[in-house]
């Protein structure tokens, strides 16, 4: 069951134009999800670490993190979560659908009219006006 510290990225491809979202697979938790790409901390992992770490094995890309973005928490029933999104940069590597169901470069203005999870909706509004400013 997910719950607890979890962490997202909020990647702009290397134009600063397009922001990655992936879909969970059908059989896992919230499966059909779209969501900005990310997972759970381990132990005596930093946030940005476990970032940098679950971007390269979901999808296979190395990212720069560059910014803390935002920490929303969310209920889902029997998992709270605590979600640390950070704004970072698509440095190499081609997306490959390895831990996720599929995966697409989305532009700012798009997200609206995606099917994103409940807490990744909440950060959507507050990227909307850092468009430009990366």
Known sequence: MIGGKVVA????????????IARRRPGDEHGGAW????GRVKEGESEEEALVRE???ELGIRVEVIAPLTTVRH???GAPIALHAFICRHRNGEPQPIECAAWRWVPLDGL????LSPPDRE???LIEPLEGDL
Not at 9 to 20: A, F, S, Y
Not at 35 to 38: A, K, M, N, V
């Open 123 to 125: 950060i959507v509004r």
């Open 55 to 57: 971007l390269e094995e």
């Open 112 to 115: 609206a009219a995606e099917r």
């Open 75 to 77: 209920e889902y029933p």
């Open 35 to 38: 969501e900005f790409p990310g």
């Open 9 to 20: 990225g909020i990647v702009w491809d290397r134009e600063g134009k397009r922001i990655l």
